[in-house]
């Protein structure tokens, strides 16, 4: 057997001598001619030739650092532009972009792809690109350190208005190993091997006044110092404006408290006879929500205009539903209820509360909130000006400020004035009572106090009414827009709701006031919210050493 594993060896020895050293990417040679003018432009042509070996590809992409900094830190933006290109000396279309502080340039079909050795030549220039360090002097990162491939031979050769001095440098960044050979004679320098990650820099030094033109530290031009104190200005405007919003509805929320507290609270033992629970429940908190839309259409079941079903109980792995039909017309109740009604069966007798319609039923619910707010205002109890949304929109304002102050002010900063102007508006705009309201708030409060007391409090009331099915039915309404409605229910354990409760289908061996309340308030609540919701996310060029410079880069295949 150990014969068979020396064949095995041999013939595997054998393939792997035999396949070419071209079968890997590479460049097998960079050369690049630099022209420098007396302006003190910079001309180069690179001849790059790229080895795709076996790989098919579509061409190479080339980039260009064209934004630079210096080892004190200064920073330098030469013109730079694509001049030309051609692919085995003919000229191609290419596509050229930025990426960050780099120009890009793609060459290639991508309809097509090639194999094996191609000469790309690449033309561009630089506006200026000499700086003035002991004489006109010119730092040229040649290959730069950001090709994918090695590179097997590079050069550069260097024309200018008179011969230059010249250094070079390659290997690792940094490195002060001048690994290179310079033809003082023909300006030309030479290096091989320039591994990936490597780089290959040339140093031309000229007597200074060589060039007419040196390249300068980019310095910031005096009219964006301008635009930057307006913007300052502005930002700083837009916060001081949402602060000064955050302390009108401070202001406002505050007497609009001192006021509540002026109020003398007395049990009553009735709704006020000029409110829906719909209206009560706005009323007692400034708020038009959910809570309200559910207590609507409770009421409209006790009042005998529609019959509520839970047609599948909740369990562990079920979620209840329920099915709402029509008795009669809604035309006995008031606007705003006869509203939310005909929205919600949209023309239908019965209805499932998960098959309403959510493309047109949340709108319609905004809708009907904000004719709570104006049915209030109109009835004399808020002033005109009052819009209920302002606390949400105050509330968001704590977001921007912080948002302001971030690191990423001009990002979001400017923003803070028309957000703060609006602000400004709409905390004027906070809701506020009028002394009618105030005085209707009391009673609603008195009328919650009655709905939610105990039992050993209840007694405290005298003249309060005897507890009967139908006075269960008729308050819980308003219970549920109040937020009291399981103290409510507490009320009338022992006591045999079901007799008042033709307007609810469900389960009747568990027909207590306590089961019923959070069966409605719990997931009757939940279907119809669910129900209701839309459908719908570089280095520096001191010198010395490898790496640095101007031009640089990198690339390879596509």
């Given at each position: 057997m150990k014969w068979l594993k020396r064949v095995v060896l041999a013939v595997v020895v054998t393939a792997a001598m035999s396949v070419p050293a071209h079968a890997a990417e590479q460049i097998s040679n960079f050369d690049s001619k630099v022209t420098v003018q007396q302006s003190g432009r910079v001309d180069v042509v690179e001849t790059i030739t790229y080895d795709f070996g076996y790989a098919s590809r579509h061409g190479i992409y080339r980039y260009i650092p064209v934004v630079y900094r210096d080892d004190k830190g200064n920073l330098f933006k030469p013109g730079f532009s694509f001049d030309e290109v051609s692919v085995d000396g003919q000229a191609v279309d290419y596509t050229t972009k930025n990426e960050g502080d780099?120009?890009?340039?793609?060459?290639?079909?991508?309809?097509?792809?090639?194999?094996?050795?191609?000469?790309?030549?690449?033309?561009?220039?630089?506006?200026?690109?000499?700086?003035?360090?002991?004489?006109?002097?010119?730092?040229?990162?040649?290959?730069?350190?950001?090709?994918?491939?090695?590179?097997?031979?590079?050069?550069?050769?260097?024309?200018?208005?008179?011969?230059?001095?010249?250094?070079?440098?390659?290997?690792?960044?940094?490195?002060?190993?001048?690994?290179?050979?310079?033809?003082?004679?023909?300006?030309?320098?030479?290096?091989?091997?320039?591994g990936i990650g490597n780089d290959f820099t040339v140093e031309a030094l000229w007597p200074a006044g060589t060039v007419a033109n040196l390249l300068l530290p980019y310095k910031t031009p005096w009219w964006v110092g301008v635009l930057f104190l307006l913007a300052v200005v502005y930002i700083l405007t837009g916060v001081g404006l949402i602060i000064a919003a955050l302390v009108r509805w401070v202001g406002i929320r505050g007497a609009e408290k001192r006021a509540q507290n002026d109020q003398t609270i007395i049990a009553q033992y009735g709704p006020p006879k000029d409110l829906n629970p719909g209206e009560l429940g706005v009323l007692s908190d400034n708020k038009a929500t959910l809570v309200e839309v559910t207590a609507t259409l409770i009421q409209a079941a006790v009042l005998g205009y529609i019959k509520i079903e839970q047609t599948v109980e909740?369990?562990?792995?079920?979620?209840?539903?329920?099915?709402?039909?029509?008795?009669?017309?809604?035309?006995?109740?008031?606007?705003?209820?006869?509203?939310?009604?005909?929205?919600?069966?949209?023309?239908?007798?019965?209805?499932?509360?998960?098959?309403?319609?959510?493309?047109?039923?949340?709108?319609?619910?905004?809708?009907?909130?904000?004719?709570?707010?104006?049915?209030?205002?109109?009835?004399?109890?808020?002033?005109?000006?009052?819009?209920?949304?302002?606390?949400?929109?105050?509330?968001?304002?704590?977001?921007?400020?912080?948002?302001?102050?971030?690191?990423?002010?001009?990002?979001?900063?400017?923003?803070?004035?028309?957000?703060?102007?609006?602000?400004?508006?709409?905390?004027?705009?906070?809701?506020?009572?009028?002394?009618?309201?105030?005085?209707?708030?009391?009673?609603?409060?008195?009328?919650?106090?009655?709905?939610?007391?105990?039992?050993?409090?209840?007694?405290?009331f005298t003249d309060a009414p005897a507890r009967t099915p139908k006075q269960f039915s008729t308050f819980l309404p308003y219970a549920i827009a109040l937020g009291v409605e399981k103290e409510w229910a507490k009320q009338f354990e022992g006591i045999d709701v079901a007799k008042s409760m033709g307007w609810y289908g469900g389960n009747a061996q568990a027909f207590t006031a306590g089961y019923l309340v959070g069966t409605l308030s719990g997931s009757f609540a939940s279907n119809v919210a669910s129900s209701v919701a839309p459908e719908t996310s570089s280095g520096g060029f001191g010198g010395g050493s490898s790496g640095g410079g101007f031009s640089g880069g990198g690339g390879g295949s596509w």
């Open positions: 780099n120009k890009v340039i793609k060459i290639g079909d991508p309809n097509r792809t090639i194999t094996g050795s191609h000469v790309y030549t690449i033309t561009y220039h630089f506006d200026s690109l000499l700086v003035d360090k002991d004489g006109d002097l010119l730092r040229l990162n040649v290959t730069g350190r950001g090709w994918t491939v090695p590179i097997t031979k590079a050069s550069v050769t260097i024309n200018g208005p008179s011969t230059p001095k010249l250094f070079c440098y390659a290997g690792l960044v940094g490195t002060k190993n001048n690994d290179c050979t310079i033809n003082s004679a023909t300006s030309a320098v030479t290096t091989t091997g320039v909740k369990s562990l792995l079920k979620k209840a539903e329920y099915t709402l039909t029509k008795l009669k017309d809604f035309t006995g109740l008031s606007d705003n209820e006869q509203y939310l009604l005909t929205a919600v069966f949209g023309g239908a007798s019965t209805i499932a509360l998960k098959d309403i319609d959510k493309t047109t039923v949340p709108a319609a619910i905004k809708k009907y909130q904000s004719t709570l707010n104006e049915t209030l205002k109109t009835k004399g109890f808020y002033t005109k000006t009052s819009k209920f949304s302002t606390p949400a929109a105050i509330g968001g304002l704590f977001i921007l400020i912080f948002l302001v102050f971030t690191p990423f002010v001009f990002l979001v900063g400017f923003a803070a004035l028309p957000i703060g102007l609006y602000a400004y508006k709409r905390a004027g705009q906070t809701p506020r009572r009028t002394a009618e309201g105030l005085t209707s708030w009391a009673y609603v409060e008195g009328f919650k106090l009655f709905l939610s007391v105990t039992e050993k409090d209840r007694l405290a």
